[in-house]
């Protein structure tokens, strides 16, 4: 028997804690007992995210908060800046186009991120309403300044909604110092949980945008979980198992910290980055996410003749490259819950692996180097 071990970029590992804590028997959403947990649900995400500002659970996924952050918060009377450096930045172009935005995309190369000199440049005209970007692009393992980019947004009328659903509970994030209007995250990544909660975060000045929109949604307007979340209460049924597990994930990660948890993010990933420099492999990305690596396979070997095996033979789970990628690269999570052996354990799989399938790969080298970078864990 193989144990089984999840490293993809979501869905991540959940801790056996918070699982038990789903399996517990239902109760009603509606009661008193609810309203405590939400409450102290929402404190834990405020503390996680940062915040003062309101912080709005949906039942959906981190898309969803994305959507509803789109639809509700971005003027119809001016432009949207969104960026696209990747499958998410290209999801929020298209989302903001089916609300009839009017929609100025940054193409980026894959790899590359979105730089606050093009913001400043875009906003200078006066014409931009909201700027949309993805702080942890997930498809490429890239991630931008988003401090800088947030000074540069704060300075203006517009307002800055960021993708931080790979790098919130990761990646540092300080949601009011850097003048983040919206946060937009999902359950699936560093919260540790199963996919199906989203959370959004709202900022005064991002309030006033939503108020004074109609937005063409229901379930999405963000005004119904503003008002249902000043009585600690959602406006629709709630996912009571998710919110029980966001609870004990939300304890587990506070109870260390978030700045410990950014650090051990960090480490995790240098390592892993060191790791493939020993093996031979290239890090995909300009810009590196910490929260997730991209790798190039060796010349020669497909990801055909590598994830199965890495996954059947040495319980190890890693996403593949997407569109340009696919085939050619592997994306590997740092978020949650994992730990240095696990990582040791993943770059020996990887070596064992490459081995197989032909690539001229020294043995245990990967190895010694994240072995070297995740003496100084803590």
């Avoid at 309203?35 to 996924?61: A, C, I, Q, W, Y």
């Avoid at 490259?321 to 770059?347: C, F, N, W």
Wanted: charged share 20%.
């Amino acid at each position: 028997m193989i144990k089984q071990r999840l490293f993809t970029p979501g869905p991540t590992e959940v801790p056996p804690e918070v699982l038990i804590e789903m399996a517990r028997p239902m109760f009603h959403h509606r009661t008193a007992r609810f309203r405590k947990m939400f409450g102290e649900v929402t404190s834990g995400l405020k503390k996680l995210l940062m915040t003062d500002n309101d912080v709005l659970t949906l039942s959906g996924s981190g898309t969803a908060g994305m959507e509803a952050a789109i639809a509700c918060a971005c003027p119809r009377d001016k432009k949207v800046l969104v960026s696209n450096g990747g499958k998410f930045g290209e999801r929020w172009v298209k989302i903001a186009k089916v609300y009839g935005l009017d929609v100025d995309e940054v193409q980026l190369e894959w790899g590359t991120a979105l730089q606050p000199e093009t913001v400043a440049e875009k906003l200078a005209s006066g014409d931009y309403g909201a700027v949309i970007t993805v702080h942890s692009e997930t498809s490429t393992a890239t991630a931008c300044d988003l401090e800088a980019i947030g000074k540069v947004v704060s300075g203006t009328d517009a307002i800055l909604i960021a993708d931080c659903i790979t790098s919130a509970g990761a990646l540092p994030l300080r949601t009011d110092e850097w003048g983040i209007d919206i946060v937009g995250s999902g359950s699936q990544k560093a919260m540790m949980l199963p996919p199906g909660l989203a959370f959004v975060s709202v900022s005064e000045k991002a309030w006033k945008n939503i108020d004074a929109i109609t937005p063409p949604a229901f379930y999405l307007d963000l005004k119904a979980y503003r008002k249902s979340l000043a009585k600690n209460d959602t406006p629709y049924t709630s996912s009571v198992s998710l919110i029980r597990g966001l609870k004990v994930a939300l304890e587990m990660i506070n109870g260390i910290g978030i700045e410990t948890v950014w650090s051990r993010t960090a480490l995790l990933a240098s390592a892993t980055r060191a790791a493939a420099e020993a093996m031979g492999l290239k890090v995909f990305s300009s810009q590196p996410s910490d929260s997730v690596t991209c790798l190039m396979l060796p010349d020669g070997v497909t990801d055909e003749q590598f994830r199965p095996v890495l996954r059947d033979k040495y319980g190890c789970s890693v996403a593949g490259g997407q569109d340009s990628l696919k085939g050619k690269a592997i994306r590997i999570s740092h978020m949650g819950y994992v730990e240095p052996l696990e990582t040791i354990g993943l770059i020996a799989a990887i070596e064992y692996t490459l081995a197989e399938a032909g690539a001229d790969i020294k043995i245990g080298a990967g190895v010694t180097a994240a072995a070297n970078v995740l003496k100084d864990w803590r």
